[in-house]
């Protein structure tokens, strides 16, 4: 359901930009000047859709935007999340129901996981939120990077050790 949702807020958000883009007699506006329009318009009537769709989607950045805080306490909570996937896999095993995704603690790699999570559902929704709200690219995307840069390290110690 992500995907589906993200792709739909990003086909409202191009149709809000081609409006400014058009506004503008085809000249991009600034980059502040184009987030600030676009928060601006989301309450116009031609744009109902997206205004209906992005206060969700605001909630769902906030429910994935662990790998966005400071290093510490995005480890902190990624460890947290995932002793809590694990807890549900053993159950799921101690039961002999089939072991969800990323919750089999024997072959759920941490680091990869991670590294997959943020390259796959966080950064590209995150830079979706970044073409509507001034000043997330340098300092939300910025604290993803430095992130997925501890986890890529990450997986490539585990690699090591296991000869991958």
Known sequence: ??????????????????????????????????????????NGDKHVKLREKFLPFLLHMADISNPTKPHAV???????????????????????LPISPLCDRTTTNLPEAQVGFMNYVVKPAFLLLARCIPNMETVVIGQLEENFMYWMREKEKDNQLTGT
């Open 74 to 96: 995005s480890v902190e909570w990624a460890h947290a999340v995932y002793d809590e996937f694990f807890q549900q896999g053993d159950r799921e095993a101690a039961e002999d």
């Open 1 to 42: 359901r992500h995907f589906s949702e993200i792709a739909k807020v990003t086909r409202r958000v191009e149709a809000l930009e081609d409006d400014i883009l058009e506004d503008n007699d085809g000249n991009p506006p600034s980059s502040s000047s184009s987030s600030a329009n676009i928060l601006t318009r989301i």
